[in-house]
């Protein structure tokens, strides 16, 4: 490998990122976040079921005292 040969390959090409491309990031961003926070609140009673206790059945019946 040659001088010159090495300059090309250690060459960087540098992204230019304007404001419409800042902007889709962060709008991308929020509309993710906003998605995740959807799904977790329509999904909010089957997520916590599966970490609750589930009571016992193998306990008798309590005896009825009139």
């Not at 992204?15 to 329509?42: C, E, K, M």
């Not at 206790?53 to 005896?63: E, F, G």
Request: net charge positive; no cysteine.
């Amino acid at each position: 490998m040659t001088g010159s040969d090495w300059k090309e390959v250690a060459e960087m090409d540098l992204a230019y990122l304007d404001a419409g491309s800042g902007s889709l990031i962060v709008q991308a961003v929020v509309g993710g976040v906003a998605g995740v926070a959807v799904a977790t609140r329509l999904y909010w009673r089957r997520l916590v079921a599966r970490f609750r206790k589930s009571p016992s059945t193998n306990q008798a019946p309590a005896a009825n005292q009139d």
